[in-house]
């Protein structure tokens, strides 16, 4: 279930199984990374959205560009706005501060 380039999720996979993967991938990846990442471990909650095919370049561009933005606007904050704006309830016990 590995993407590649611009793949897209199928319906096909649910997103707990696609989170899992991830979680799994990106463990191995960060076990290689020696002492540095000791301490690392995945939060218990994830949120996943999905983006229109006419957004996604503006996706693209935000990603590229989010550790500039997130020393203005935090992680928390901009989830919390993101979620209030689609009405979304927020679980605070997974939106770590």
């Known amino acids: 279930m590995k993407a590649q380039g611009n793949a897209l999720l199928s319906r096909k ?8 993967a991830s979680k799994t991938e990106t463990t191995k990846w960060i076990n290689q990374q020696g002492d540095a990442y000791l301490d690392f471990q995945w939060q218990a909650g994830y949120g ?9 370049e503006s996706v693209k561009t935000y990603i590229a560009n989010q550790t500039e933005h997130h020393r203005v606007t935090s992680f928390q904050d901009e989830f919390r706005a993101l979620c209030e704006r689609h ?5 605070e016990r ?3 501060d």
């Open 13 to 20: 996979h649910a997103m707990m199984d696609v989170v899992q």
């Open 94 to 96: 997974y939106v770590l």
């Open 48 to 56: 996943a959205f999905s983006v229109s095919q006419s957004k996604v």
């Open 87 to 91: 009405g979304i309830d927020v679980d």
